[in-house]
């Protein structure tokens, strides 16, 4: 970020870096989303990947803590539906 820790300068690296490892800010209708923390420290993104390297670039590269994958409703009914 060259010493620059705005919060617009931070968005754009965040956003640099999901698009160019291949991830996506849109996907079905859907917008991601990049906030931050009260303390502006720390950020929250939701991106959408096409490949498991590409969420392991993007984590490497963002240097996340605290990932978590997210499904759809349908995806969710899917895995539940293995139970029973």
């Given amino acids: ?3 620059d820790t705005s919060s617009a300068r931070a968005r754009g690296c965040i956003t640099e870096i999901v698009t160019a490892a291949g991830g996506a800010f849109q996907h079905n209708g ?3 989303d990049l906030r931050f923390e009260n303390n502006g ?3 929250r993104v939701k991106f ?3 490949t498991p390297e590409i969420k392991r ?3 490497y590269d963002l ?3 605290d990932v978590v994958d997210l499904v759809e ?3 969710r009914d899917e895995l539940r539906g293995r139970d029973g």
């Fill in 1 to 3: 970020m060259d010493g």
């Fill in 63 to 65: 240097q996340a803590e």
């Fill in 30 to 32: 859907e917008t991601g």
């Fill in 73 to 75: 409703d349908d995806e």
């Fill in 48 to 50: 959408w990947w096409d």
């Fill in 41 to 43: 420290r720390w950020a």
């Fill in 57 to 59: 670039d993007v984590v």
